[in-house]
Antibody
Framework: QVQLQESGPGLVKPSQTLSLTCTVS??????????WSWIRQPAGKGLEWIGR???????KYNPSFNSRVTISLDTSNNQFSLKLSSVTAADTAVYYC????????????WGQGTLVTVSS | QSLLTQPPSASGTPGQRVTISCSGS????????VYWYQQLPGTAPKLLIS???QRPSGVPDRFSGSKSGTAASLAISGLRSEDEADYYC??????????FGGGTKLTVL
């Protein structure tokens, strides 16, 4: 049974880069056929897809984030990571990592989420 | 503003049938699958319905999904107190992004 766990700093200063890691257990990030996504949720608000990475390393990003986001794969540690640059208070949110079974919205399972606050 | 429109709230009494709508367009719902997620308070979302109307293993048959044209809906029959949660519809959009609806908060009265 695949499980995901997010980790990273809970506080990031404005204009800096947010960096999070998702550790996958019970399955391999470089197994073909699966994608790995990041999704975020500001407090009291809805969900927003940030982007995904395929087992081959191919990425796809939400155009809203395109110039600021990088998702990468670390197969040796069975992890994938998110970097979001030039953050502002609007990037304060709970960030979830999830396995993406297709390319059209089939996310299962999800990590428990990690709160990242952007503040000086 | 989300391109998938859901009512912000819905409610029902135990045992009732409730439906939650999700309105989109030809570039998302009409031409792609719709997924539904349930988010209980303080927890991560959970897949409830895949590919318009498929229930993953473990999801009670009280939950059902449907789609017609540019709209989709989630129906919950035999409403229970534990169904009180936020519900989100999701679809791929041809603008090359996954879209989430704004979410519907379901209250069991």
């Amino acid at each position: 049974q695949v499980q995901l766990q997010e980790s990273g700093p809970g506080l990031v200063k404005p204009s800096q880069t947010l960096s999070l890691t998702c550790t996958v257990s019970g399955g391999s990030v470089n197994r073909g056929g699966y994608y790995w996504s990041w999704i975020r949720q500001p407090a009291g608000k809805g969900l927003e897809w940030i982007g995904r990475i395929y087992s081959s390393g191919t990425t796809k990003y939400n155009p809203s984030f395109n110039s600021r986001v990088t998702i990468s794969l670390d197969t040796s540690n069975n992890q994938f990571s998110l970097k979001l640059s030039s953050v502002t208070a609007a990037d304060t949110a709970v960030y979830y990592c999830t396995r993406d079974l297709t390319v059209d919205g089939w996310f299962d399972p999800w990590g428990q989420g990690t709160l990242v606050t952007v503040s000086s | 503003q989300s391109l998938l429109t859901q009512p912000p709230s819905a409610s029902g009494t135990p045992g009732q049938r409730v439906t939650i709508s999700c309105s989109g367009s030809s570039s998302n719902i009409e031409s792609n699958y719709v997924y539904w997620y349930q988010q209980l308070p303080g927890t991560a979302p959970k897949l409830l319905i895949s590919r318009n109307n498929q229930r993953p293993s473990g999801v009670p048959d009280r939950f059902s999904g449907s789609k017609s044209g540019t709209a989709a809906s989630l129906a919950i029959s035999g409403l229970r107190s534990e169904d009180e949660a936020d519900y989100y519809c999701v679809a791929w959009d041809d603008s090359l992004s996954v879209l989430f609806g704004g979410g519907t908060k379901l209250t069991v009265l």
